[in-house]
């Protein structure tokens, strides 16, 4: 089965979108230390190339340099020098500084789009939609950033009392992965702006470029020199671990896969720092005989294959009851036929873009043959669109899933939905649960009661209740289990950036 598609490698030439952005100093290509732009000084580059067109010729985007481990270290001194200051700047302070970040990015919005597009690939909508998600990070945090508080505590004797009072922690070392290049960024560093820290940012090195993009715009915005270094690197290893080990960095947020997270764990270990990890999940996604099955196919299909699947709160496993498998799978299978385009994501009318290289791509031919081999029935899709480039993977949909299978237990990242039957509710929430992760689970019920018991048996941090889509700035973002820990945005994101102060005071 071949979903529709609007062109045939008529590649999208990423230099010439590049050439051509209304704001051409959106298009940075140094490491960002101290407020200045520099070269490698061991003159280590890496190619950024468009996920979509690769390995045509047309692909290539931009050179990037990546930075030494000198150039970390002398970004780490910056931040800490520029902490002793920035530290004691007034909330209102930080709160303009974000705001005017947040109104530059909305004025960039459609250059940031489409640099969001060459590097990563997803639709030019889906990167609009992001560039606004991420910039309302700033807004959010622009507003937090005046109303963080202490307290007073009743001592007990009548001789003293106790003042608690949140202080910013620190350098904070910020590592992101590549499926948000903008989001990802901003959720962290509005919040470690608005709690008065500095920090240093290593972005994935499939898509730095949206990252240092945002390094331009925050020198726009007027933040002090040191606050925001952006440190491009083609050797995470290396970056990952000088920034756990530094004594000068106080705390690590990562987001990325579960195993990376492990190891900056344990690299964190010699200097104690606080930690925030956004990791891997492997969201359920449960439609009980009770829902309304219109709305939990577009639930299911915005949730499962935003981004091509390559989101951490996608659906990985879509559990279905019994009496209502058959009406499911027939309108999702037809409803994807129907509104989905694949393609490249400046072309318009593609609804979906490639996955990001061929790790992925072969992750995803992996989980369709184990999943076939073992008896799933191919519904949708299940080949790859080498005619489009060799990124590109039909959406598929895979029938008849079972326990047994690598997809169950794995989350695939990428546009494979398997489907599993079940008979009641305690079997689905055995098997939703049956996983090491726990970052999203959805399900649809019109069921009040289940709707509570359901809600609060799922092992997730978050859950999508009647939706698919549950992201946005307010929501405290993020998981349990080996999905990690600390929570971002809402009104939880600063306090992961800020330590506690008591003092007594004798009266
Ligand atoms: P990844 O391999 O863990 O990469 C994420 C970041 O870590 C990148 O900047 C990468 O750099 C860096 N990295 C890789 N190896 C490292 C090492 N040894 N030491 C230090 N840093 C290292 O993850 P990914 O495959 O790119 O991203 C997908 C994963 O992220 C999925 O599991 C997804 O669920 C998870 N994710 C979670 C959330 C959340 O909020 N929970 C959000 C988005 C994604 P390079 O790019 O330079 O290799």
Same mark, same amino acid.
């Given at each position: 089965m071949v979903l529709r598609t609007v062109f045939k490698r008529s590649y999208t030439d990423s230099s010439s979108v590049i $050439?051509?952005?209304?704001?051409?100093?959106?298009?940075?290509?140094?490491?960002?230390?101290?407020? &200045?732009?520099?070269?490698?000084d061991n003159a280590v580059t890496f190619d950024v190339s468009n996920p979509a067109s690769y390995p045509n010729d047309a692909s290539f985007i931009g050179k990037v340099?990546?930075?030494?481990?000198?150039?970390?270290?002398?970004?780490?001194?910056?931040?800490?020098?520029?902490?002793?200051?920035?530290k004691k700047s007034t909330g209102d302070e930080r709160s303009e500084l974000l705001r005017n970040l947040y109104h530059l990015m909305m004025d960039n919005q459609d250059d940031l789009?489409?640099?969001?597009?060459?590097? +990563? %690939?997803?639709?030019? +909508?889906?990167?609009?939609?992001?560039?606004? *998600?991420?910039?309302?990070?700033?807004?959010?945090?622009?507003?937090?950033?005046?109303?963080?508080?202490?307290?007073?505590? &009743?001592s007990s004797t009548n001789s003293k009392k106790i003042l608690s009072i949140k202080q910013p922690i620190g350098v904070c070392g910020i590592m992101t992965p590549w499926n948000f290049p903008a989001a990802m960024i901003t959720r962290k560093l509005g919040a470690y702006v608005a709690a008065g820290c500095t920090g240093v940012i290593k972005p /994935?090195?499939?898509?730095?470029?949206?990252?240092?993009?945002?390094? #331009?715009?925050?020198?726009?915005?007027?933040?002090?020199?040191?606050?925001?270094?952006i440190l491009p690197s083609k050797n995470a290893a290396e970056a990952g671990e000088l920034l756990c080990s530094n004594p000068k960095?106080?705390?690590i947020s990562f987001t990325g896969s579960t195993n990376v997270g492990k190891l900056l764990m344990k690299q964190s270990s010699s200097t104690l720092k606080k930690l925030s990890f956004e990791l891997g999940g492997n969201a359920p996604f449960i439609v009980f005989e009770d829902a309304d099955i219109d709305s939990a196919v577009d639930g299911a299909?915005?949730?499962?294959? @935003?981004?091509?699947?390559?989101?951490?709160?996608?659906?990985?496993?879509?559990?279905?009851? =019994?009496?209502? #498998?058959?009406?499911?799978?027939?309108?999702?299978?037809s409803k994807l036929k129907e509104t989905t385009t694949l393609g490249d994501g400046l072309q318009s009318g593609v609804t979906h873009g490639p996955v990001i290289h061929d790790r992925s791509m072969k992750k995803v031919r992996q989980h369709i043959e184990d999943a076939t081999g073992k008896g799933a029935k191919v519904l949708l899709g299940g080949n790859p669109r080498e005619d489009l480039g060799e990124n590109f993977h039909e959406l598929t949909v895979l029938g008849d899933a079972t326990t047994d299978m690598m997809i169950f237990e794995e989350e695939t990242f990428g546009p494979v939905c398997p489907l599993f039957k079940f008979k009641t509710e305690d079997e689905v929430l055995r098997l939703a649960n049956d996983? =090491?992760?726990?970052? /999203?689970? #959805?399900? *649809?019920?019109?069921?009040?009661? @289940?709707?509570? $018991?359901? /809600?609060?048996?799922?092992?997730?941090?978050?859950?999508?209740? &009647?939706?698919?889509?549950?992201?946005?700035?307010?929501?405290?973002? %993020?998981?349990?289990? =080996?999905?990690?820990? %600390? $929570?971002?945005?809402?009104? #939880?994101?600063?306090?992961?950036?800020?330590?506690?102060?008591?003092?007594?005071?004798?009266?």
């Open positions: $050439r051509n952005l209304k704001n051409p100093k959106l298009f940075q290509t140094q490491g960002l230390i101290n407020g &200045n732009w520099v070269d490698s340099h990546s930075m030494s481990p000198q150039q970390y270290n002398s970004a780490i001194d910056s931040a800490h020098e520029a902490f002793k200051s920035f789009a489409k640099i969001i597009v060459l590097e +990563n %690939g997803k639709p030019y +909508n889906d990167a609009l939609g992001e560039v606004k *998600y991420a910039a309302s990070f700033f807004k959010w945090f622009a507003d937090l950033a005046t109303t963080t508080t202490g307290n007073v505590i &009743n /994935a090195s499939e898509t730095p470029l949206t990252a240092l993009a945002l390094g #331009y715009l925050q020198q726009e915005a007027g933040f002090p020199a040191g606050v925001v270094n960095v106080k705390k299909i915005a949730s499962k294959f @935003r981004s091509s699947g390559q989101t951490c709160v996608c659906a990985n496993r879509l559990f279905i009851h =019994e009496s209502i #498998y058959d009406e499911f799978s027939q309108k999702f299978v996983t =090491e992760v726990g970052l /999203a689970g #959805y399900f *649809y019920s019109k069921d009040v009661s @289940r709707i509570f $018991r359901v /809600a609060e048996e799922l092992e997730v941090g978050m859950v999508g209740i &009647n939706t698919g889509a549950i992201s946005e700035a307010s929501l405290p973002f %993020g998981g349990i289990k =080996e999905s990690g820990f %600390g $929570r971002e945005g809402s009104i #939880y994101g600063v306090e992961d950036y800020t330590v506690v102060k008591s003092m007594v005071l004798g009266i």
